[in-house]
């Protein structure tokens, strides 16, 4: 039997600004994001900032922007700025979009917003070719000149890494070590564990309910956050865009009938910030 | 200061702190300074341990004060003998750290001082002038929910105080302290902590007054300076790590960074 997960109340908003539209193809992407063809579109404007007008009027506490690759979004800055007037503002990228003049911009609307502009770049191995093989060339070093001209401009992102469990042992000392040789003074790390669903779905089977007994379900992501794409709400950034998670509406209950909801069950790994 | 009354009860002038973090020096320091401020009564909104040498002395002179305590997440942990602070760290540093703070706390606490932790309430509520002021440790919400200046919405503080009933939400937990009057007449006001510095370069602490002015609310954040040599070296002579003795010597925090936002981490050292 499948466990539903009631929504306690809505703290996190998830957008997926640019659907599965990026410019690398990770051979790991938790929803097979690509340059060719995204299997889910990109988000309008007007749509966006309805979510994020609505997100703050019930009092969620932020909003996340992700896809794919967020700065291909052309108006990306605007939707920032709109954005960061209202909630407390996070942005998922590879980073390799963040040129000076993205970087100067973003300062610029960090320092003018009373709410925290977070940006998270990934980096999943500190082996540049390991990383590499994963990400795709040149993944590692944009991602780490993106991470320190932020630093640079007084906008500590945080690096966020997949444990794809290639590197032996240490994995965030080893990546603490890297930034500190960049200079970055404030170093910031976030580690998530392997999701298995889009290139790496490995067809195993969701938690069942009675393995949920005890388990605390309204600590899940799935209980206070949502997800919004191109075509509707869904329950978790991870399933984002896969029928069975898709809701009616955001106040539905959720089902954990994914095989991926088993790792946030056994974690308790949330995808938000800390 | 004229006797501290119990919660609930209705006052002009209030001082209230958070997280002593075992700094009996401040605490002793700003109940002195209360004092002197025609205040009617004293609330601690809770972690009383932590971080600092000697948890029993500071637990004691809380005691001694009538200073109407909440309970913390540290104070419910270490009550309870719970496996870990309650923080929720993910960083393997920050949790390395907490780990060495929380096994020195615990091992030193008395089951007296447990007990009275243990029976503190999660929550008052109290009247100033016409306001209702709701008291919490982390948020209305969790204890351990951390209430940044940067990362709580407007929307957010009004379904606060709307699910509390109250007009004024008052709490401590991140250590910062910040105050926001809501364009409605409600406020929100993060008192601080007097455990530790507010990684801005200063050795100093901060509690906070709170006084009613007719149908608004006057918020006061105040300095504390105490001996913080003092405490640093007795932090050493306890073996607690150099990081958490650093902090109290420079005023830059040195550990638990990985809770802080953007914003807050930008304006310390590290």
Request: hydrophobic share 40%.
């Given at each position: 039997?499948?466990?539903?997960?009631?929504?306690?109340?809505?703290?996190?908003?998830?957008?997926?600004?640019?659907?599965?539209?990026?410019?690398?193809?990770?051979?790991?992407?938790?929803?097979a994001?690509?340059?060719?063809?995204?299997?889910?579109?990109?988000?309008?404007?007007?749509?966006?900032?309805?979510?994020?007008?609505?997100?703050?009027?019930?009092?969620?506490?932020?909003?996340?922007?992700?896809?794919g690759?967020?700065?291909?979004?052309?108006?990306?800055?605007?939707?920032?700025?709109?954005a960061?007037?209202?909630?407390?503002?996070?942005?998922?990228?590879n980073?390799?979009?963040?040129?000076?003049?993205v970087?100067?911009?973003?300062?610029?609307?960090?320092?003018?917003?009373?709410?925290?502009l977070?940006?998270?770049?990934?980096?999943?191995?500190?082996?540049?070719?390991?990383?590499?093989?994963?990400?795709?060339?040149?993944?590692?070093?944009?991602?780490?000149?993106?991470?320190?001209?932020?630093?640079?401009?007084?906008?500590?992102?945080?690096?966020?890494?997949?444990?794809l469990?290639?590197s032996?042992?240490?994995?965030?000392?080893?990546?603490?070590?890297l930034?500190?040789?960049?200079?970055?003074?404030?170093?910031?790390?976030?580690?998530l564990?392997?999701?298995?669903?889009?290139?790496?779905?490995?067809?195993?089977?969701?938690?069942?309910?009675?393995?949920?007994?005890?388990?605390?379900?309204?600590?899940?992501?799935?209980?206070?956050?949502?997800?919004v794409?191109?075509?509707?709400?869904?329950?978790?950034?991870?399933l984002?865009?896969?029928?069975?998670?898709?809701?009616?509406?955001?106040g539905?209950a959720?089902?954990?009938?994914h095989?991926?909801?088993?790792?946030?069950?056994?974690?308790?790994?949330?995808?938000?910030?800390? | 200061?004229?006797?501290?009354?119990?919660?609930?009860?209705e006052?002009r002038?209030?001082?209230?702190?958070?997280g002593?973090?075992?700094?009996?020096?401040?605490?002793?320091?700003?109940?002195?300074d209360?004092?002197?401020?025609?205040?009617?009564?004293?609330?601690c909104?809770?972690?009383?341990?932590?971080?600092?040498?000697h948890?029993d002395?500071?637990?004691?002179?809380?005691?001694?004060s009538?200073?109407?305590?909440?309970?913390?997440?540290?104070?419910?942990?270490?009550?309870?003998?719970?496996?870990d602070?309650?923080?929720?760290?993910?960083?393997?540093?920050?949790?390395?750290?907490?780990?060495?703070?929380?096994?020195y706390?615990?091992?030193?606490?008395?089951?007296?001082?447990?007990?009275?932790?243990?029976?503190?309430?999660?929550?008052?509520?109290l009247r100033?002038?016409?306001?209702?002021?709701?008291?919490?440790?982390?948020?209305?919400?969790?204890?351990?929910?951390f209430?940044?200046?940067?990362?709580t919405?407007?929307?957010?503080?009004?379904?606060?105080?709307?699910?509390?009933?109250?007009?004024?939400?008052?709490?401590?937990?991140?250590?910062?302290?910040?105050?926001?009057?809501l364009?409605?007449?409600?406020?929100?006001?993060?008192?601080?902590?007097?455990?530790?510095?507010?990684?801005?370069?200063?050795?100093?602490?901060?509690?906070t007054?709170?006084?009613?002015?007719?149908?608004?609310?006057?918020?006061?954040?105040?300095p504390?300076a105490y001996?913080?040599?003092?405490?640093?070296?007795?932090?050493?002579?306890?073996?607690?790590?150099?990081?958490?003795v650093?902090?109290?010597?420079?005023?830059?925090?040195?550990?638990?960074?990985?809770?802080?936002?953007?914003?807050?981490?930008a304006?310390?050292?590290?």
């Amino acid at each position: 039997m499948i466990a539903t997960v009631p929504l306690r109340q809505l703290s996190a908003v998830w957008i997926q600004v640019t659907g599965t539209w990026c410019n690398l193809q990770c051979t790991h992407c938790i929803n097979a994001s690509g340059p060719v063809d995204p299997w889910l579109a990109p988000m309008a404007v007007a749509d966006v900032e309805r979510h994020v007008e609505d997100a703050a009027r019930v009092g969620a506490r932020e909003v996340y922007f992700t896809g794919g690759e967020p700065f291909l979004h052309p108006q990306m800055l605007e939707l920032l700025a709109h954005a960061l007037e209202r909630l407390p503002t996070t942005v998922l990228t590879n980073g390799t979009l963040i040129t000076e003049r993205v970087a100067d911009r973003l300062a610029e609307l960090a320092a003018r917003s009373r709410y925290s502009l977070e940006i998270r770049v990934s980096l999943d191995d500190p082996d540049r070719e390991a990383n590499d093989r994963v990400r795709g060339r040149g993944a590692f070093d944009r991602a780490l000149v993106a991470i320190a001209r932020l630093h640079q401009r007084g906008l500590p992102a945080i690096l966020t890494a997949t444990d794809l469990g290639t590197s032996a042992r240490d994995l965030y000392e080893r990546l603490r070590g890297l930034l500190a040789e960049r200079d970055v003074a404030k170093p910031r790390i976030k580690l998530l564990p392997l999701f298995p669903v889009g290139r790496t779905a490995s067809g195993g089977t969701p938690p069942d309910a009675t393995e949920l007994e005890g388990v605390d379900l309204g600590g899940l992501q799935c209980a206070d956050s949502r997800t919004v794409t191109a075509d509707g709400i869904y329950a978790c950034p991870i399933l984002a865009g896969l029928p069975q998670a898709r809701l009616t509406a955001a106040g539905d209950a959720v089902s954990l009938s994914h095989e991926a909801c088993r790792v946030c069950v056994e974690t308790g790994a949330s995808c938000r910030n800390g | 200061m004229t006797a501290i009354t119990n919660g609930g009860s209705e006052h002009r002038r209030v001082a209230l702190f958070g997280g002593v973090y075992s700094n009996t020096h401040a605490l002793a320091a700003m109940l002195d300074d209360a004092r002197g401020r025609d205040v009617e009564a004293v609330h601690c909104l809770g972690d009383v341990g932590g971080f600092g040498p000697h948890p029993d002395r500071a637990v004691a002179l809380l005691r001694q004060s009538g200073a109407v305590t909440i309970q913390g997440n540290y104070d419910a942990a270490v009550a309870g003998g719970a496996p870990d602070c309650g923080c929720g760290y993910t960083d393997p540093r920050d949790n390395h750290f907490a780990r060495l703070s929380y096994a020195y706390t615990l091992s030193r606490t008395s089951t007296e001082h447990r007990r009275w932790l243990g029976a503190l309430p999660p929550s008052l509520r109290l009247r100033l002038g016409p306001l209702t002021a709701v008291l919490c440790h982390g948020s209305p919400r969790a204890v351990s929910e951390f209430l940044w200046e940067s990362t709580t919405p407007d929307g957010m503080l009004a379904a606060m105080l709307d699910e509390a009933r109250a007009d004024v939400l008052v709490c401590t937990h991140s250590g910062l302290k910040w105050h926001r009057a809501l364009g409605d007449g409600r406020h929100a006001v993060n008192v601080g902590v007097i455990g530790r510095p507010e990684n801005d370069g200063r050795t100093d602490v901060w509690y906070t007054v709170l006084t009613s002015t007719g149908d608004g609310l006057d918020v006061e954040f105040v300095p504390v300076a105490y001996d913080h040599e003092t405490l640093a070296r007795e932090m050493e002579a306890e073996g607690l790590p150099g990081e958490f003795v650093e902090t109290v010597r420079t005023g830059w925090w040195t550990t638990c960074l990985e809770v802080l936002p953007a914003k807050e981490r930008a304006r310390g050292r590290w």
